[in-house]
């Protein structure tokens, strides 16, 4: 399922993704919505993609999170799934596949556009500014 061009959420990702520019990595599909299944499966429909990744949580017209990882993204999100309150809340993920070569400082930077762009209801522990 592909998140809709005129959707609410549309303009915030497209910043964003303009925003990695020259790091996104060749023939990814940030506009893809992996939908999470039911227990004990929630994790069925998403992608093994390897790191590095941007991932974001759509929710309604919101954000629930914003992230960033070097792991694989079925294993970060399994990690994040053992929250019983993310677990309920939710309900999809968005992911932008960055390149192998990207810097520690440049991963940093976008994840805190991504949270100053999306403006995500849940997290607390953002990357410093260096």
Known sequence: MMLPAGHP????????????????RPNAAPWQLHLFGTAPNRLQAVPHTAGPLLYAVPEGNGWHYVGQTRQALHQRLARHLRDIDRATRWAAVMVIELRSDISGSRLDELENLGRERLRPRMGSRWPARR
């Not at 959420?9 to 996104?24: E, H, K, N, V």
């Open 9 to 24: 959420l549309a303009p915030s990702w497209r910043w964003l993704l303009q925003a990695a520019g020259a790091d996104l």
